[in-house]
């Protein structure tokens, strides 16, 4: 089974749903090691990706640059700026397909978090983001099922929260915590294991 825009449309719808939902708790997490403000970022990016979602064309690599542009436009917040360079990275990646098999979904997650992690400096294993996204990558590799990839996708992201929740924070305003840091999840990484969740159709 194959990713076309229909697809992504639908994820985007999904998307947006899912950070309406969560904004308290993503902006109660941020608060206890940041700033407080990351569920108004998601939601306030995937509003406006979402407004724009009927316009996207067949190109996915166009549809997901226009979706990354329509995030930083609404979000400038540092973990807003990571997800849309990942994002970008992915549409460079997919520039020129209408439809993208579920086997690619490992390559493409890898694709995003390399791109992440040359703009936000930070090393695997620091209780970031980067994380999550590794563990999608890994969890997923040499699966083609669209069933079995969102299923394994799901699965990673929660348990890259589970594995480094009781590591301090080593990146960003959260390593300030240091100690405090330790049996909390990191706001970014809960951030995406709602995104993973919510784009491969499982509940949160």
Do not use: H, W
């Amino acid at each position: 089974m194959s990713i076309g825009r229909a697809d992504l449309i639908a994820a985007v719808e999904r998307l947006a749903a899912a950070m309406e939902r969560d904004a308290q708790m993503l902006n109660a997490a941020d608060g206890a090691l940041g700033d407080g403000d990351l569920g108004v970022t998601m939601t306030r990016g995937m509003r406006l990706v979402s407004e724009r979602a009927a316009e996207l064309p067949e190109d996915l690599g166009l549809a997901l640059l226009q979706c990354a542009q329509a995030f930083t436009k609404a979000s400038g917040s540092s973990y807003g700026t990571l997800l849309a360079t990942g994002l970008m990275a992915v549409a460079k990646a997919v520039k020129g397909e209408t439809a993208v098999p579920a086997a690619r979904v490992s390559e493409l997650s890898a694709t995003a978090r390399d791109a992440m992690q040359a703009r936000g400096k930070a090393e695997l294993g620091g209780k970031t983001v980067l994380d999550s996204l590794d563990a999608v990558a890994r969890a997923t590799e040499g699966l083609d099922d669209a069933a079995a990839v969102a299923d394994a996708a799901a699965e990673a992201a929660d348990r890259a929260l589970d594995a480094l929740r009781d590591r301090k924070a080593t990146v960003g305003r959260a390593r300030i915590f240091a100690d405090r840091s330790v049996g909390m999840d990191d706001p970014g990484m809960l951030a995406m294991a709602r995104i993973v969740k919510a784009l491969a159709d499982r509940e949160g």
